[in-house]
């Protein structure tokens, strides 16, 4: 185990978040004391939001003699801070990261053994090796913002279109944040805006919600990208742009502008954009994207070396009566390629609309929402049966997969067909979101079967007496696998967690996972196939939430935004305490 320096950090993180907790439940200014506008346009603007964490993590590992002591259990203690100062058009932001682990280390016969190693050599760690911690200045960015420009430089993120061609953003719901480090440029003159980004990508080094555990070095690849947008021709809305990638295969930030001497760039990615407005009654958008790729870019299974990719989304809505239909298609062909290098780092530069339904994808599902080769439909129709209380609907989505190898299971291509059925109610202070749907993977041939998917979810809300509030959040899949050549067993999963509200001040959330997915790496503290948690909420004022985990939960794909991560499972405690001053 470590020093003190953890229980020192610990008392300043809360001493922080006490001084929120006070200004946070000060009395507001009178409105005879508010400052004139002249004030309120030079005064400093500073907040401070810290998020600090201490995970309890059980391990099943145990010593062979005595093999029943949990020697292996460990605290995990993250923190993310986060500081903005703005006055009128300036702003500055930073975000400091830090983590450590302790009961991981221990002396045996004189000599140090770690039991977890938190950062690889190539990481640059300022705190000194005896601790088993790190720390990181995340992202620092400096801004000045008028109405018809914007100029940052440090870290920002940036997306064009639907994201084909660049789609950087801040996905916290899958522990994902890799911005563009370097400068970023929005000037809207008149009807135009035109965006301009060149950096180095920084990908996050602390997990905020995942185990840091092997924290490897930064690889600091380059993006290039420029887009102008029109708007207002008409019923028009159109826009290009372009992006260039260089990857580089070691980390560090020379490494990175050691790579731009080393000939062109790996990809080139070229696009067009059109929005149309009530055009024969339907708001249309368009983007199509043209993908070229150095001959020594690493190339997929079903590509040739020397293959341009490309890609095209198309979306249709019209609104009939109480209806509103949306109609969806795309076409993508070595699209996701460029993503390829990235997957040890966990996160994409391109995220294309995948038409997908992200609340039950699978392992094998995956690899038709990353595919390389597919094209497909989905047509959905809502229905304001009573509008603003109750909006069912109903979503077919069609898709012909032909990449083989990577990700995919199966040998051949294959044809999906996946209905679904929903509604929405909301009444009062009761309401309910339910989905269910069905998933056939039919893989070509009478050899192969096919993969089926029947799958369901719920999130209801209904009040109880004395103020109270309940809330179920519940999903069930059923799962039956084609022939492969290692053949999978069917399997059963179920998530659920019920929840009594005091208001939006307190909340006790009972969770309950069962999973019989082999593929799945974790096992249940209730029994192997079944897991058990409680969870405690409190916010003592509006800018602070203090929460206390204790149980465990599963292992399992999450996606959102057409990302996805395979996350672990968890066992043991976790409290965290949420501060905004």
Same mark, same amino acid.
């Given at each position: 185990?470590?020093?003190?320096?953890?229980?020192?950090?610990?008392?300043?993180?809360?001493?922080?978040?006490?001084?929120?907790?006070?200004?946070?439940?000060?009395?507001?200014?009178?409105? %005879?004391?508010?400052?004139?506008?002249? %004030?309120?346009?030079?005064?400093? !603007?500073?907040?401070?939001? %810290?998020?600090?964490?201490?995970?309890?993590?059980?391990?099943?590992?145990?010593?062979?003699?005595?093999?029943?002591?949990?020697?292996?259990?460990?605290?995990?203690?993250?923190?993310?801070?986060?500081?903005?100062?703005?006055?009128?058009?300036?702003?500055?932001?930073?975000?400091?990261?830090?983590?450590?682990?302790?009961?991981?280390?221990?002396?045996?016969?004189?000599?140090?053994?770690?039991?977890?190693?938190? #950062?690889?050599?190539?990481?640059?760690?300022?705190?000194?090796?005896?601790?088993?911690?790190?720390?990181?200045?995340?992202?620092?960015?400096?801004?000045?913002? +008028?109405?018809?420009?914007?100029?940052?430089?440090?870290?920002?993120?940036?997306?064009?279109?639907?994201?084909?061609?660049?789609?950087?953003?801040?996905?916290?719901?899958?522990?994902? %944040?890799? !911005?563009? *480090?370097?400068?970023?440029?929005?000037?809207?003159?008149?009807?135009?805006?035109?965006?301009?980004? =060149?950096?180095?990508?920084?990908? *996050?080094?602390?997990?905020?919600?995942?185990?840091?555990?092997?924290?490897?070095?930064?690889?600091?690849?380059?993006?290039?990208?420029?887009?102008?947008?029109?708007?207002?021709?008409?019923?028009?809305?159109?826009?290009?742009?372009?992006?260039?990638?260089?990857?580089?295969?070691?980390?560090?930030?020379?490494?990175?502008?050691?790579?731009?001497?080393?000939?062109?760039?790996?990809?080139?990615?070229?696009?067009?954009?059109?929005?149309?407005?009530?055009?024969?009654?339907?708001?249309?958008?368009?983007?199509?994207?043209?993908?070229?790729?150095?001959?020594?870019?690493?190339?997929?299974?079903?590509?040739?070396?020397?293959?341009?990719?490309? =890609?095209?989304?198309?979306?249709?809505?019209?609104?009939?009566?109480?209806?509103?239909?949306?109609?969806?298609?795309?076409?993508?062909?070595?699209? *996701?390629?460029?993503?390829?290098?990235?997957?040890?780092?966990?996160?994409?530069?391109?995220?294309?609309?995948?038409?997908?339904?992200?609340?039950?994808? #699978?392992?094998?599902?995956?690899?038709?929402?990353?595919?390389?080769?597919?094209?497909? /439909?989905?047509?959905?129709?809502?229905?304001? =049966?009573?509008?603003?209380?109750?909006?069912?609907?109903?979503?077919?989505?069609?898709?012909?997969?032909?990449?083989?190898?990577?990700?995919?299971?199966?040998?051949?291509?294959?044809?999906?067909?996946?209905?679904?059925?929903?509604?929405?109610?909301?009444?009062?202070?009761?309401?309910?979101?339910?989905?269910?749907?069905?998933?056939?993977?039919?893989?070509?041939?009478?050899?192969?079967?096919?993969?089926?998917?029947?799958?369901?979810?719920?999130?209801?809300?209904?009040?109880?007496?004395?103020?109270?509030?309940?809330?179920?959040?519940?999903?069930?899949?059923?799962?039956?696998?084609?022939?492969?050549?290692?053949?999978?067993?069917?399997?059963?999963?179920?998530?659920?967690?019920?929840?009594?509200?005091?208001?939006?001040?307190?909340?006790?959330?009972?969770?309950?996972?069962?999973?019989?997915?082999?593929?799945?790496?974790?096992?249940?503290?209730?029994?192997?196939?079944?897991?058990?948690?409680?969870?405690?909420?409190?916010?003592?004022?509006? =800018?602070?939430?203090?929460?206390?985990?204790?149980?465990?939960?599963?292992?399992?794909?999450?996606?959102?935004?057409?990302?996805?991560?395979?996350?672990?499972?968890?066992?043991?405690?976790?409290? /965290?305490? #949420?501060? +905004?001053?």
């Amino acid at each position: 185990m470590t020093g003190g320096r953890g229980r020192g950090a610990t008392l300043r993180h809360l001493a922080v978040l006490a001084v929120g907790a006070l200004h946070a439940t000060a009395p507001a200014r009178a409105a %005879d004391e508010a400052p004139a506008p002249d %004030d309120e346009k030079n005064a400093v !603007s500073v907040s401070l939001t %810290d998020d600090f964490e201490i995970r309890y993590w059980l391990s099943e590992q145990r010593l062979f003699d005595p093999d029943d002591v949990p020697v292996f259990n460990y605290v995990e203690q993250v923190n993310r801070l986060n500081a903005v100062v703005s006055k009128g058009p300036w702003a500055f932001d930073a975000q400091w990261d830090e983590v450590a682990l302790f009961a991981t280390r221990y002396r045996l016969d004189g000599t140090l053994y770690d039991e977890r190693v938190l #950062t690889l050599p190539e990481v640059n760690n300022p705190l000194p090796d005896q601790w088993v911690a790190y720390t990181n200045l995340e992202k620092v960015r400096g801004k000045y913002e +008028t109405k018809g420009v914007s100029i940052s430089l440090g870290d920002s993120y940036a997306a064009f279109g639907r994201g084909i061609a660049l789609n950087l953003n801040r996905n916290v719901d899958i522990d994902i %944040d890799t !911005s563009i *480090q370097g400068a970023k440029v929005v000037w809207r003159p008149g009807a135009w805006d035109v965006t301009a980004v =060149a950096g180095q990508l920084n990908r *996050q080094q602390v997990f905020q919600d995942n185990p840091n555990i092997e924290l490897q070095g930064d690889y600091r690849h380059t993006v290039a990208g420029l887009r102008a947008e029109r708007f207002g021709l008409g019923p028009f809305d159109l826009g290009a742009h372009g992006v260039v990638y260089d990857f580089t295969p070691e980390p560090g930030l020379q490494a990175g502008f050691d790579e731009l001497g080393e000939g062109g760039p790996d990809v080139v990615i070229g696009g067009v954009t059109a929005a149309a407005y009530g055009v024969a009654g339907i708001d249309w958008y368009l983007e199509g994207d043209a993908f070229g790729y150095d001959r020594e870019f690493p190339a997929t299974l079903v590509a040739d070396p020397e293959d341009p990719g490309y =890609a095209a989304y198309l979306s249709g809505s019209f609104y009939p009566g109480s209806f509103v239909v949306l109609v969806e298609g795309k076409r993508y062909y070595q699209a *996701q390629r460029v993503n390829g290098v990235l997957t040890p780092e966990l996160y994409q530069v391109a995220v294309a609309p995948t038409l997908e339904y992200e609340r039950q994808i #699978t392992e094998d599902s995956a690899a038709a929402l990353n595919s390389n080769d597919i094209w497909g /439909s989905r047509i959905t129709v809502d229905w304001a =049966a009573k509008p603003g209380e109750l909006t069912p609907y109903v979503a077919v989505g069609l898709f012909r997969d032909l990449e083989l190898g990577g990700l995919h299971f199966n040998e051949v291509p294959e044809t999906i067909v996946h209905p679904l059925v929903g509604v929405e109610w909301l009444k009062g202070e009761s309401s309910a979101i339910v989905n269910a749907g069905y998933r056939i993977d039919d893989r070509d041939g009478d050899a192969f079967g096919a993969d089926r998917h029947l799958h369901g979810d719920a999130a209801i809300r209904w009040p109880l007496p004395l103020g109270l509030a309940g809330e179920v959040n519940a999903g069930a899949e059923w799962y039956r696998w084609g022939v492969n050549p290692f053949q999978q067993e069917p399997y059963v999963e179920m998530e659920t967690g019920w929840t009594v509200h005091k208001g939006s001040d307190v909340g006790v959330t009972w969770y309950m996972d069962y999973t019989t997915n082999p593929l799945i790496d974790s096992t249940g503290n209730l029994s192997d196939p079944l897991y058990g948690a409680l969870e405690l909420q409190v916010k003592p004022t509006s =800018a602070v939430t203090v929460k206390l985990f204790g149980g465990a939960y599963k292992a399992g794909i999450r996606c959102s935004g057409g990302q996805c991560r395979t996350l672990p499972g968890f066992e043991g405690g976790r409290f /965290s305490i #949420t501060g +905004t001053l």
